[in-house]
């Protein structure tokens, strides 16, 4: 089983839908989950990050936290064609403590016009 | 503010040859991590600074990889000989602590491919 697990796509949403990106993980220890956004040849760039259960919002992200049943997903509503790119689940802490990222492989989202 | 710096952007070489990389974390940042990233995959770590202190190296390739952080700000890793299955992405990032709430920031990574 991987540490970290994503679909990995591609979603495909129209433009102006919701785009509903899921992540599960294995380390019932984990303490803090992130998501990146990575476009095509370049870097990961932080979007969201959340720790307690329940929802964060910032601007048309919503990031999910579950922890009992160890899942965390990222809304992103009003998708926009410039939303396309793979979106990486990251969690950290856990066993292996410290602040180690471990990635999922992350899902390609396609927002059509 | 700027941030986390990466040279070269590109590298190509033949194999058995050596290369290496450059990196400057955000500034005041004490904890650097370099990361490989295969096609289709997620970051994956290869070594961990907190200042000049190597507090996890246990998935970096010891017989051939090796890094330094000798001041604490910036960094290099080297590949002495580099292999075919070398050819990725060698991301940089930092972050402003060592704890796990802390968000690590990416620089614009160095793709290297050996032929």
């Known amino acids: 089983q991987k540490e970290v697990e994503q679909n990995s796509g591609p979603l495909s949403v129209p433009e102006g839908a919701i785009a509903s990106l899921n992540c599960t993980y294995s380390d019932r220890g984990s303490q803090s989950f992130f998501w990146y956004r990575q476009y095509s040849g370049k870097s990961p760039e932080l979007i969201m990050f959340i720790y307690s259960n329940g929802d964060k919002e910032d601007g048309r992200f919503t990031a999910q936290l579950n922890k009992a049943s160890q899942y965390v997903s990222l809304l992103i509503r009003d998708s926009q064609p410039s939303d396309s790119a793979t979106y990486l689940c990251a969690v950290n802490g856990g066993a292996g403590g410290g602040n180690k990222l471990t990635f999922g492989t992350g899902t390609q989202l396609k927002v059509e016009l | 503010e700027a941030g986390v710096v990466q040279s070269p952007r590109y590298k190509i070489i033949e194999k058995k040859q050596p290369v290496a990389f450059w990196c400057n974390p955000i500034?005041?940042?004490?904890?650097l991590y370099w990361y490989l990233q295969n096609l289709g995959q997620g970051p994956e770590l290869l070594i961990r600074y907190e200042n000049e202190e190597a507090v996890d190296d246990s998935q970096l390739p010891k017989d051939r990889f090796s890094a330094e952080r000798l001041k604490g700000v910036d960094s290099t890793l080297k590949i002495q000989p580099a292999e075919l299955g070398d050819s990725a992405v060698y991301l940089c990032?930092?972050?402003?602590?060592?704890?796990?709430?802390?968000?690590?920031?990416f620089g614009p990574g160095t793709r290297l491919t050996v032929l």
């Open positions: 500034s005041g940042h004490n904890t």
């Open positions: 990032a930092s972050s402003l602590v060592a704890a796990p709430y802390n968000e690590q920031f």
